[in-house]
């Protein structure tokens, strides 16, 4: 990260400190996390949290305070089934017997492997079919692969993005082309996701939702730089695309969703996320 982010606004290794100092700062006494400060604990922040630090090689303080409050925590949706599992991947736990049999027949259940109910704060209406597939990569449980590759194709539209009612948005194209993934289909098979996610980047830094979008916002930036890494491809615009995810970045070391927001925890991943892969 050094080489391409300094002279642009400080030092790597300063913007580190700050964001780790960021993260630390908003660990509650119940030893989980919270991107804002006085509000209480949650499955998402404390993922997103330990994944912050441990993506800068931070050390995880409290870490048996953190353990603690993600055993505690009800397994009581998708979502909470995946934060929980994949923090506690994270400190270094191994997920319980017991953990893995709920998870079994959760996953079992069509509901997250054809559905495309979605609502207004969910990124993608194939987030849960992304989220469902990693844990069972990360469990090493079984699923329909062929059935599910159908379903997710069933989406790719003329463009060469994917999305329902034959309108791709980058949100949706980075969800079904990471699952496809995850399904070990051949993503040379759909180039076209490649020209599409590129008519959504920006010469003057970030992606955009839409092709026609003209405000490039911080989820946007990341889901076309990770979807290009999964066709083995690069941004055209590097620097003015870390450029842009550095005037982001807020005084007290986080980052927000544009230049104008407030410091969240997963804006700060995919923040951090991006300035790696940018200067790999």
Not at 45 to 66: E, F, R, V
Not at 239 to 246: C, G, K, Y
Request: proline share 2%; charged share 20%; net charge positive.
């Amino acid at each position: 990260m050094n080489r391409l982010v300094e002279g642009s606004r400080g030092n790597a290794q300063s913007l580190i400190a700050k964001v780790i100092g960021y993260v630390v700062n908003r660990q509650n006494e119940d030893g989980g996390y919270t991107f804002a400060q006085g509000t209480e604990s949650s499955a998402q922040d404390t993922y997103y949290g330990l994944a912050i630090l441990n993506s800068l090689k931070a050390c995880l303080p409290n870490l048996q305070k953190t353990i603690r409050f993600l055993n505690a925590l009800n397994l009581d949706s998708i979502y909470s089934d995946y934060y929980i599992a994949k923090a506690l991947q994270l400190c270094g736990v191994k997920v319980e017997k017991t953990f893995k049999e709920r998870l079994a027949s959760r996953l079992s259940s069509e509901k997250y492997f054809g559905s495309v109910e979605v609502f207004s704060e969910v990124p993608s209406e194939f987030i849960t079919t992304f989220m469902a597939l990693e844990l069972a990569d990360l469990l090493k449980i079984d699923v329909q692969t062929r059935e599910i590759i159908r379903w997710l194709l069933r989406f790719r539209n003329k463009d060469g993005g994917f999305g329902t009612q034959g309108q791709s948005n980058i949100n949706s194209t980075f969800y079904a082309a990471a699952s496809l993934r995850l399904l070990n289909f051949d993503l040379k098979a759909s180039r076209g996701v490649v020209e599409f996610v590129r008519s959504c980047e920006k010469p003057y830094g970030g992606f955009t939702v839409l092709p026609e979008s003209i405000m490039p916002y911080m989820e946007h930036t990341y889901y076309g730089i990770m979807t290009l890494d999964l066709f083995g491809e690069k941004t055209r615009y590097p620097s003015q695309t870390i450029e842009w995810v550095l005037k982001c970045q807020n005084k007290n070391g986080g980052f927000a969703r544009s230049d104008l927001g407030i410091s969240t925890f997963v804006d700060t991943y995919y923040a951090i996320t991006t300035l790696q892969k940018l200067t790999l």
